[in-house]
């Protein structure tokens, strides 16, 4: 087994000569790369059944057991979309800003990859091989932290890719897997800005938070989403309740999903009633104490304005108007996706300017944001941070830029 | 005198108005700025005198003394250097992808403001203007900690600052000059995650460090540069020569300035003799062994492969290809500037494809690495990481994007 340190010195090396490799020859890999996973499906499935087992053994909650677990389908997943990322557009060495300064030197400004990226992540084992397919096809080398719980699974699946590179022109050495599942490692790989170019948190909130916290390589904070929907006085309530039941209720463990509602104080007396009944017995609601005035709700506090529950619950507040609504929001907001549903062009307007976030809807559930809803294809993370990427991070966010700067002979008066 | 919280705190807010501004409002602001400015030179000469007469006392260097004097004529500087950027395209409230989705969804990756923006640099007065001017245009709030020896010169700006916004439609309240001179303070700033949204450090290496290592709010790494010139075999050597010279000498005390030469070893025997009479009077030559043979040097170690020396000294050493230039650069480069003399196109497009760095010249002088040079018409700094902004920092690069996405009751399945 390989130090940390040697994973990350073989990573940077090989990083140098993946940057120039045209298009072909990485999407070449990858196919060698789904066709090797299929391949090893009776291995892979047979490496994830002991992680299984063993997450069942050790207690773990059946929703975590269920993300753990790897099938047949789940496999088919795994390869289509890699050929999805084989078939969206290089990232690397393009440009849209090409000029000539006065003296004759013409600049470029070309994306190039970043080097080499390192995810750390939690118990689903498709991100081992999601993140590699993007990492690669963006021209990067990556490295693989994943939990201890899907150790085997990892481990079957980046000898799968290992194998499927060695039948490519691309060196196997791109993608490396950090074996040891002791956690103190997680505290050395962010401290490796010698070789890794970013670190990707991608999990829950402490995961988040210890990382950036902690880490001295460069880090995007991800996927924190304490999101919200105003409904203004102007608003279609019929639309308002179908966006508030969707992005309280059609997924509510993810990170676009909303945990509290504002609703103009004039909305309110028609609006709350209707939203008691139709998502009451699934929701629990918690309400402000103008909120009660119109439904029984559980009373809210501060905390619940600050929660993300990820939950069936969610916390309503009567506001005076958009300005309270945007302050509220700016407040107590993780600066992910946010939603208004207004008839009312000029709110609509200053909503969208004013909101700090990712992504602000208009008349819309706040759930598209992800790559996929998007047309990113695939996604490495959704950044709540504004430096480098805002939102999901697909290929385009993966990649920095270089200016390629061509003279003849220029020097500096 | 208000405490950092009570300063953070405050721009923040004001930062969130700020954001929503048109063109206008922000061009006026700094005209006024630049007035009042104009208005109140006697007073910042008066309290410059107090810094540089307390520098000159306390036995600061004369080329430190030098770069923290105003005069009548910088302030002239100064005051056009607003007028550049009130005539440079506002880089807020663009979007260069506008997209439908298939639902109907509409979403413009829109550039918007980052909101908080803090500076801490050097004992150059001028940066506090130019820190200000290019925040501004940007839509961004600005927290300025200057050196403790220029803390009369800045309060002086600062006051002056806030007296043109006060005459404008801008709240005062967007610039804040930390006053404190106590070094636990930029430690405590470093730490101000809720309020400020990118903290970028201006000044020497050991400044540098100190913020990248302590930084918790997101930092930008600048102008660390240890640059080269790679003189390949088919180099046209006069040419060679006048970029070495221009790019050591012309300005030796600039992160775009070499430090280290590689010379192919057929182009050594031609071109070494040549540049130690060109150059050998003004810059001590420090070679490796090879280079030995060729020319009287001072040995070189491998320290001065990785050295900075911001002085008239220069290594040189003997490659066999290419490909040794290349890895040599990305070993002991600091990814800032870069640059091959030469008239082989394959290794023109090898060099500038496998050299990881913001700029990488074939045939120039590495001298045009800033953002006046390269068009940009000011910067904040140069960056010399890969995350968000690489090379010059002008005003594209004080800016961050937002997805604003307009639908008509969109809900996901």
Redesign the interface.
Known sequence: MKSLLEQCKSLKNAS??L??LGTKAKNDALLSVAEALANRENQILEANLIDVESAEKSGMKSSLVDRLRLTSERMKDMISGIETVVSLKDPV?NS?DV?T?E?G?T?SKMSVP??VISIIYESRPNVTIDAFTLALKSGNAILLRGSSSAINSNKALVEAVKEGLRKSRISPDVIELVEDTDRAVVGELLHMTEYL??VIPRGGAGLIKYV??NA?V?T?ETGVGNCHVFVDESA?LH?AL??V???KI?RPGVCNAIETILVHKSAASQFLPRLKNKIGDRVELRGCERTAAFIDVIPADELDWATEYLDYILAVKIVDSCDEAISHI?RYGTKHSESIITNDLANSR?F???I??????????T???DGG???FGAEMGIST????A??PMGLNELV?????????????E
């Open positions: 140098f000569s940057g120039s060495w849209r000029w300064l003296n030197i600049v970043m080097g170019d970013l950036t916290e001295k460069p995007i279609d639309m179908a966006i039941e969707n992005a059609q700016n200053k969208q300017r004013n700090d976030a990712a992504a602000v809807y208009v008349n819309a559930s759930r598209f944001t809803a998007m047309g941070q504004k430096m480098h805002r939102g920095t830029i270089k200016y390629v700067m061509n003279g003849d002979g220029q020097i500096r």
